[in-house]
């Protein structure tokens, strides 16, 4: 996060940034990047919302699932919207893609919300900025 926020800063002394696409999922919570790129107006775009697949089996996430009638990535993929980020999930499998549509007709209560916030813990399920030297 801290990587990424430096690097952000330092080319926005030389270019215009419109989009940062960042690993966001409920243990990779960024927020301070997010606040970076939304005070300078850039589009912030998170990637691996399910954690590669992690999140699905959280005990946290499936009984927020059950309380909402919905998929343990549908969870996950609304949570993410719900917190202003644009989401973009991966999946080749027709089922599944329109299974990840299906999150724009109901709405996470904010103490849900905030259950699924706290799960950060900065694990990266993708590569980690961090280890660039």
Not at 53 to 75: D, F, M, N, V, W
Not at 103 to 125: C, K, P, Q, W, Y
Request: charged share 25%; aromatic share 10%.
């Amino acid at each position: 996060q801290g990587f990424l926020l430096n690097v952000l800063r330092k080319f926005l002394l030389k270019a215009f940034f419109c989009l940062s696409k960042v690993e966001y999922h409920p243990f990779q919570r960024p927020q301070e990047l997010v606040d970076y790129c939304r005070s300078r107006e850039i589009v912030f775009e998170g990637y691996c919302p399910l954690a590669k697949g992690e999140a699905l089996t959280h005990p946290s996430i499936i009984q927020l699932a059950k309380k909402y009638g919905r998929t343990p990535a549908q969870i996950c993929i609304r949570w993410s919207i719900q917190n202003g980020i644009v989401t973009i999930p991966k999946s080749t499998r027709a089922e599944r893609i329109q299974e990840n549509c299906k999150v724009f007709d109901f709405t996470i209560a904010e103490d849900d919300v905030e259950i699924l916030n706290g799960m950060h813990d900065g694990r990266h399920v993708s590569w980690d900025p961090s280890l660039i030297v």
